[in-house]
Nanobody, 121 residues
Framework: QVQVVESGGGLVQPGGSLRLSCAAS????????MGWYRQAPGKQRELVAA???????NYADSVKGRFTISRDNALNTAYLQMNSLKPEDTAVYYC???????????????WGQGTQVTVSS
């Protein structure tokens, strides 16, 4: 039904940058929120950033000032620009898209498969 595809992960040195992309697709998918979570081994999945369609972005305190989430409405794509990366940013980053597949229907959360971001020291 709905596909969420992530790309852009990789290996970066501390202080480097990466840009993650997340494309959501569906026949009549209407997105309310797109965002990013991350999960490191042995840790809970945590919210990184979220972009509310027609609204504003929210960020975890740990990434404020370093990460920027943006949205291309025409492409149903969200981006996460990550600057000044730190080793503690190392995690699998999961994109999600929250929206409706039917007008007036419930909002569901759809997840991408995840992309690995490794910040080496």
């Amino acid at each position: 039904q709905v596909q969420v595809v992530e790309s852009g992960g990789g290996l970066v040195q501390p202080g480097g940058s990466l840009r993650l992309s997340c494309a959501a697709s569906g026949s009549t998918f209407s997105i309310v929120v797109m965002g990013w979570y991350r999960q490191a081994p042995g840790k809970q999945r945590e919210l990184v950033a979220a972009f509310i369609s027609g609204g504003s972005a929210n960020y975890a305190d740990s990434v404020k000032g370093r990460f920027t989430i943006s949205r291309d409405n025409a492409l149903n794509t969200a981006y996460l620009q990550m600057n000044s990366l730190k080793p503690e940013d190392t995690a699998v980053y999961y994109c999600h898209a929250d929206g409706r597949i039917k007008t007036g229907g419930p909002i569901f959360r759809y997840w991408g498969q995840g992309t690995q971001v490794t910040v080496s020291s």
